[in-house]
């Protein structure tokens, strides 16, 4: 599959369920603005037949080379960044999985409940990365338990195998060049941004500068027909530096993504 018709079959699924992408992309492209994705994340099971290393040669096969490895020890979950080889201008990816076992049994006993489901060759193609779930609904009181204990897993349980979100890449921007006028133009529309840890997650020393809304939210119905309102995909904002050898930083930062993480929780 091109890589072109993976990120449109991507940007499909993704607004559908997220359509303050849709609107801010065209926000920019009224002000004259080429809007470029920096990259784009997935969320998964680890030990699963959706873990990170099933997913992997998918993204090979794309085109696309791991380069970075993270480790989130008190979100419970491992992630690795990919680029593609040939394609300068294609999205980097952020792909995590979640360490199940490091979570309390209940939340253990949930998980494997829907992991269960999925069958052991599922991961034929791309499309996988569009797949949603690939389990019947949870139950309500599941994913309260989930919530409680793993916003990444109760986010994971009822949205499942999809982009998490898309990222501007504010380097391509011409009229709001700085991540401050990103945010503030945002926040004058009535988009709602992250908080954690400040709206600016990094610094220019950092190499990395990051913002993103809150997640839009979409009502799902649980294995009992209660229905709820539930955070689904955020938008992402990235502005890269240059380093002393000269190179824009193409990585991601532990520190940063942590807290980016939280644009899907509940709570707030
Ligand atoms: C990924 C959070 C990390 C970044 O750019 O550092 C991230 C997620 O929420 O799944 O996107
Ligand atoms: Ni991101």
Redesign the pocket.
Known sequence: MPVDQFFASLWDTYTEVAPQAQRIQALFEQQGEQVIND?I?F?TFANSPIALEKLEPVLESLGYQAYGAFRFDSKHLKARCYKHESQENAPKI?L?ELLTEELPEECQTTIDRLVAQIPSDVVKGPEIFWSKCLWQPIAEQDYLTLVEHSEYAAWLSTMGMQA??F?VSINHLNKTPTIEQVNQLLMDEGYTLNQTGGLVKGSPELFLE?SSTMADKVSVTFAGGETRVIPSCFY?FALRHEQPNGELFDS?IEG??DK??D??NASS
């Open positions: 990259h994340a969320r952020f995590s998490n979100h990222t990051q992402e991601f940063n993504a980016i993480f644009s899907t």
